[in-house]
């Protein structure tokens, strides 16, 4: 699927990032995960064709580079940002507004983190209430992964389990008298209740670890 | 072509563009890229028809009544009756009227012209303009620098074998799809986050 926007529009890119944040949080609530890249190039896009240096870029980040289920934002796109900002914003403010949707991964792309409380909460919108649910959501997803009899489909949760896991670490560790924890005492009750499918992220390591040395 | 700008109230410049149904892609894409979205250039996205600039009685070189010079010239107006002087007021009205008058005319027209039934000359009708569409020339296409999201499904083709067997998986598999067709739809953040606060109550 392809989307684009011209980006002369004022604030197009950040009007960009916030729809795909929200459309992957939904799409992610209803069971599924999807993988991407959002880039900037030369795009011929009309009703019936659409081609261009940008789309081969794009294609190439989501099929090759992303692996996981995430999407990958070209940092370029926070110049872009600056450039065509908002009329009622300077180019400084513009950049703070995109830069909440940019988190960088550990192998240094740029992603939109659709799993952490602070992003599906603060810079989504997300009510802080539902979300042990969408991480339950999320860890279910990665438990069927990672039992996956596929070892490269096995590897590709793995990432998400990491990043689960990280989440719910992050609430687990609050202190007890952290504003999460006092105002929202049940979110944490039931994140920290969550399991943390570590068997299972341990038995896919392996499997991925045969499945490499199969390949050599 | 560009969708114009009257795209939902008013806050878009109508330039998102989703990857139509027929919208092709180049080489390796091609194969792999089966899922479309359709969005804001769908006819039902386009809003309401946009008044011409030269809309005054006096004008009919460009617009007689709102109704598009293209639509005039295509009919012989004193065979339908209706009088040019007509106040602007009426002009809406009498838009849709003319629309149907103008069908049934060209029709007609054509039955007689072929002595061929009512439906045959529809279909012609349909033809023609098909035909005509084709055969318009193209714009010069040139690129433009554009921000491009490309989306996948994980595990998409496993997920589509599944829904064979299980009709309530297709479903929310749609559902989905719909959900990555609205990117783009509007600028406004407020509704979307309203659609989203909605959809958590689902979990």
Same mark, same amino acid.
């Given at each position: 699927m392809v989307v684009s926007y011209r980006i002369s529009e004022p604030s197009a890119v950040f009007f960009l990032l916030n729809n795909i944040a929200l459309a992957v949080i939904k799409i992610t609530g209803r069971g599924f995960l999807v993988r991407g890249a959002v880039t900037i190039g030369q795009l011929y896009h009309t009703e019936k064709y659409v081609v261009g240096p940008a789309l081969n870029e794009a294609y190439r980040l989501d099929s090759r580079v992303a692996k996981s289920p995430r999407?990958?934002?070209?940092?370029?796109?926070?110049?872009?940002?600056?450039?065509?900002?908002?009329?009622?914003?300077?180019?400084?403010?513009?950049?703070?507004?995109?830069?909440?949707?940019?988190?960088?991964?550990?192998?240094?792309?740029?992603?939109?983190?659709?799993?952490?409380?602070?992003?599906?909460?603060?810079?989504?919108?997300?009510?802080?209430?539902?979300?042990?649910?969408?991480?339950?959501?999320?860890?279910?997803?990665?438990?069927?992964?990672?039992?996956?009899?596929?070892?490269?489909?096995?590897?590709?949760?793995?990432?998400?389990?990491?990043?689960?896991?990280?989440?719910?670490?992050?609430?687990?560790?609050?202190?007890?008298?952290?504003?999460?924890?006092?105002?929202?005492?049940?979110?944490?009750?039931?994140?920290?209740?969550?399991?943390?499918?570590?068997?299972?992220?341990?038995?896919?390591?392996?499997?991925?670890?045969?499945?490499?040395?199969?390949?050599? | 072509m560009s969708t114009p700008a009257t795209v939902r109230a008013g806050k878009t410049t109508g330039e998102v563009r989703a990857h139509d149904h027929e919208a092709r892609l180049s080489g390796a894409q091609q194969a792999e890229a089966r899922l479309t979205s359709c969005r804001t250039d769908g006819p039902a996205c386009r809003g309401h028809r946009k008044l011409p600039d030269s809309s005054g009685v006096d004008s009919n070189k460009s617009v007689i009544w709102g109704i598009p010079v293209r639509a005039v010239i295509l009919l012989n107006i004193s065979d339908l009756g209706i009088k040019v002087t007509a106040e602007m007021s009426e002009?809406?009205?009498?838009? +849709?009227? #003319?629309?149907?008058?103008?069908?049934?005319? &060209? =029709?007609? @027209?054509? /039955? +007689?012209? #072929?002595?061929?039934?009512?439906?045959?000359? &529809? =279909?012609? @009708?349909? /033809? +023609?303009?098909?035909?005509?569409?084709?055969?318009?020339?193209?714009t010069p296409a040139a690129y433009e620098y554009r921000l491009v999201l490309f989306l996948d499904f994980l595990g998409f083709k496993e997920l589509v074998q599944q829904s064979v067997a299980d009709a309530t998986l297709l479903n929310d598999l749609l559902e989905t799809i719909d959900i990555v067709g609205e990117i783009g739809d509007g600028h406004e953040t407020t509704p979307q986050a309203n659609n989203l606060l909605n959809s958590l109550t689902r979990w």
């Open positions: 999407i990958l934002i070209d940092p370029d796109v926070l110049e872009v940002a600056r450039r065509f900002r908002s009329d009622i914003h300077t180019a400084s403010e513009e950049a703070a507004y995109v830069e909440p949707f940019l988190t960088v991964d550990d192998d240094g792309l740029f992603f939109f983190d659709y799993i952490s409380f602070d992003d599906v909460t603060a810079v989504c919108g997300g009510e802080e209430q539902l979300f042990p649910n969408y991480l339950k959501m999320i860890g279910e997803m990665v438990e069927r992964g990672l039992t996956h009899s596929d070892a490269q489909v096995q590897n590709k949760y793995l990432w998400l389990h990491q990043k689960y896991v990280a989440t719910r670490s992050s609430i687990a560790e609050l202190e007890a008298d952290n504003v999460i924890r006092v105002e929202f005492p049940d979110v944490y009750e039931k994140i920290v209740a969550l399991p943390d499918y570590r068997e299972q992220a341990t038995a896919a390591m392996e499997a991925v670890a045969r499945f490499e040395a199969t390949k050599l | 002009a809406r009205k009498r838009w +849709r009227h #003319f629309e149907t008058v103008a069908n049934r005319t &060209i =029709v007609g @027209k054509m /039955r +007689r012209r #072929f002595r061929i039934g009512k439906w045959q000359a &529809i =279909v012609l @009708k349909a /033809r +023609r303009e098909v035909e005509a569409r084709r055969k318009a020339p193209r």
